[in-house]
Structures are given as structure tokens and as C-alpha cells.
């Protein structure tokens, strides 16, 4: 595998079901990110983790959980979703973070919840 | 606060005829500047980034863009279109600091007439 890689690529899940997207990157890079890409919207970024730590939130609802175990995975569990939360999930990551540095992103996600 | 605007939502060019996108930012400082494609069902990928020096950058598949401080611009263009350049294309922007935050535009969605 090369690249960032997301598993699933397509998810329909109902209100109360639980399941966690999964991102990984073969690059070695130490920043990684997840982005919501809706119809007719600008890609809002979620969050930032750089070095496993947190150092973004966007203000997401608690209903969207991340999680970086390392460098290299990253993940977002969801629970309890709304049918608003349907989107393209992307994640991305970067050597580190900084406005300088480009990111590489993953095929996403395709969410569905109804 | 940063912005990035596109003006055009939609742009429909004729297979060979030459193309431009448009990309206004709004920014207190030097930018750093990227250009992204987004073809259907995939991620984003970086056609070219500007961060400093020649202001006419050249990137992949034949794109170039030109930076223009006086008028905050950061527009793509293509001498000669392909029907295989029909994507979403984005603009964005490197926030300051080391937010690691790409400011992105809402895009331009590219149809190519054969």
C-alpha cells in the first residue's frame, strides 16, 4: 500500500449503530487529519493530530470520537449520528503540521446514516 | 481572518480550448498557496503550491499558475483541456502559524464538450 489508504470507502449505518472509520498513511509523515466534505460546502476540517496528539478540534459535536493510536493510523468513531452527518469523510496527513506543508489525502469515505 | 473564493461554481470548456480558474485570497501575509483535483469517488491531489520566488508555477498534467500579490489572486490554467481533466478542482490557502489549517474554496466543477 502506498499513499493514505480509508476503510471503509462507503458506509451506510442507521442513528443508533456504532462504527468507526479507518485511516492509514505509508508516508512517515507525523500529522494526520480529518476533513467532512459535504455537497456545496467547503471541505471543514474536523481535526488535527500531530505527533498522536490532539491539536486541532473544530468544534465537532462529541458524536464524532477520534482516535490516533501512532503516527501512521488514525481513526473516527461515530455513534449516534444524524442524517446531516452523510458526507465524504477525507483524511489527510502532512510531515508535520504547518501552513506550508502539503497534504496528502485518502480516497474517503462515502457516509450515509439513515 | 483567512478566505479563499471561487468565483465560479461551474465551467464548462470544449475539449482543446484553453482553460482558467479562478482563485481570490484573502491573507495579512505571504501566503502559501495550493491547487487541488478532485476527481469522482477520490481524494484530493495537488496539481502545484506556491510559496515563494517565481510567481508562474508549473505543476502536474500540464497545469500552471500565476501568483499576483496586487491582486490576490492565485488562478490555474491549462493551454489545452483533455476530456480527462472533468473534475472538482479546489484553491486553498496555508493558514499561519503552525495550525497546520488548509483555508480551502468551495471548488469549481471542470466539464469538459468533446
Known amino acids: 500500500e502506498t499513499g493514505v489508504t480509508q476503510t471503509p470507502r462507503h458506509l451506510v449505518m442507521g442513528m443508533t449503530n456504532k462504527k468507526s472509520l479507518k485511516c492509514e498513511q505509508h508516508l512517515g509523515h507525523n500529522a494526520m487529519y480529518w476533513y467532512k466534505q459535504s455537497a456545496k460546502k467547503p471541505l471543514e476540517l474536523m481535526f488535527v493530530?500531530?505527533?498522536?496528539?490532539?491539536?486541532e478540534n473544530n468544534s465537532v459535536p462529541s458524536r464524532f470520537s477520534p482516535e490516533c493510536p501512532n503516527s501512521s493510523h488514525l481513526f473516527l468513531h461515530l455513534h449516534t449520528l444524524q442524517p446531516e452527518d452523510s458526507a465524504l469523510y477525507l483524511c489527510?496527513?502532512?510531515?508535520?503540521?504547518?501552513?506550508?506543508?502539503?497534504?496528502?489525502f485518502g480516497p474517503g469515505t462515502r457516509l450515509t446514516v439513515l | 481572518a483567512q478566505s479563499v473564493t471561487q468565483p465560479d461554481i461551474h465551467i464548462t470548456v470544449s475539449e482543446g480550448a484553453s482553460l482558467e480558474l479562478r482563485c481570490n485570497y484573502s491573507y495579512g501575509a505571504t501566503p502559501y498557496l495550493f491547487w487541488y483535483v478532485q476527481s469522482p469517488g477520490q481524494g484530493l491531489q495537488l496539481l502545484l503550491k506556491y510559496f515563494s520566488g517565481d510567481t508562474l508555477v508549473q505543476g502536474i498534467k500540464g497545469f500552471e499558475a500565476e501568483f499576483k500579490r496586487s491582486q490576490s489572486s492565485f488562478n490555474l490554467r491549462k493551454p489545452s483541456v483533455h476530456w480527462s481533466d472533468a473534475a472538482e478542482y479546489f484553491c486553498?490557502?496555508?493558514?499561519?502559524?503552525?495550525?497546520?489549517?488548509?483555508?480551502f474554496g468551495q471548488g469549481t466543477t471542470l466539464q469538459v464538450k468533446p
Open positions: 486553498a490557502v496555508g493558514a499561519s502559524g503552525n495550525t497546520g489549517k488548509l483555508i
Open positions: 489527510a496527513s502532512s510531515p508535520t503540521v504547518g501552513g506550508s506543508y502539503e497534504q496528502f
Open positions: 493530530y500531530n505527533f498522536k496528539e490532539q491539536t
